[in-house]
T-cell receptor, first 114, second 112 residues
Framework: DSGVTQTPKHLITATGQRVTLRCSPRSGDLSVYWYQQSLDQGLQFLIQYYNGEERAKGNILERFSAQQFPDLHSELNLSSLELGDSALYFC?????????????FGPGTRLTVL | AQSVTQPDIHITVSEGASLELRCNYSYGATPYLFWYVQSPGQGLQLLLKYFSGDTLVQGIKGFEAEFKRSQSSFNLRKPSVHWSDAAEYFCAGLTGANNLFFGTGTRLTVIP
């Protein structure tokens, strides 16, 4: 158990809909990262937050957005969903922003868009 | 651009046999390299990481990796594989913004 929790575990929805994925980092970790794992794109970085502020963006679509709240949990919002958004979405957390900080991954949320 | 390449999509080994999973990197500066393991239905777990210094890195679960600058490689090894090692293994690097970029993964099957 990494200490990172993600809810829900599974999510099934229809095209055009909007969903919210939630992540609670390990106690004391200030950085949260979101990654997407799909058959087409593999594992890719989406976005990072540090202590409530956006720190880095990767291959995140404009239809997707995220935020980190004062209690440090984070939410990833996916809107106008398409079939191709079906994937496993991972959240990871680390203590800070040092490259030597280990990123600890949650179990993921599996999103299926029908 | 920075990248890591895992040339083997799938590897099958017998239980008790040795294992080597290949990873090649393309990096402008000193690379920060990682190996993660993903068991079925699970998140990713860090096996080991390399930042600098000793080129032979010890990790958890009996794994080790050797950084070879001359070959641009960071191969993962284990002397004796257990059935519980069956999983997907990902080599990864770190961008300047401290975000991970991953290889395509190598799926390991262990046969009795």
């Amino acid at each position: 158990d990494s200490g990172v929790t993600q809810t829900p575990k599974h999510l099934i929805t229809a095209t055009g809909q909007r969903v919210t994925l939630r992540c609670s980092p390990r106690s004391g970790d200030l950085s949260v990262y979101w990654y997407q794992q799909s058959l087409d794109q593999g594992l890719q970085f989406l976005i990072q937050y540090y202590n409530g502020e956006e720190r880095a963006k990767g291959n995140i679509l404009e239809r997707f957005s995220a935020q980190q709240f004062p209690d440090l949990h984070s939410e990833l919002n996916l809107s106008s969903l398409e079939l191709g958004d079906s994937a496993l979405y991972f959240c990871a957390s680390s203590p800070g922003t040092s490259p030597k900080d280990t990123q600890y991954f949650g179990p993921g949320t599996r999103l299926t868009v029908l | 651009a920075q990248s890591v390449t895992q040339p083997d999509i799938h590897i099958t080994v017998s239980e008790g046999a040795s294992l080597e999973l290949r990873c090649n990197y393309s990096y402008g500066a000193t690379p920060y390299l990682f190996w993660y393991v993903q068991s079925p239905g699970q998140g990713l777990q860090l096996l080991l990481k390399y930042f600098s210094g000793d080129t032979l890195v010890q990790g958890i679960k009996g794994f080790e990796a050797e950084f070879k600058r001359s070959q641009s490689s960071f191969n993962l090894r284990k002397p004796s594989v257990h059935w519980s090692d069956a999983a997907e293994y990902f080599c990864a690097g770190l961008t300047g913004a401290n975000n991970l970029f991953f290889g395509t993964g190598t799926r390991l099957t262990v046969i009795p």
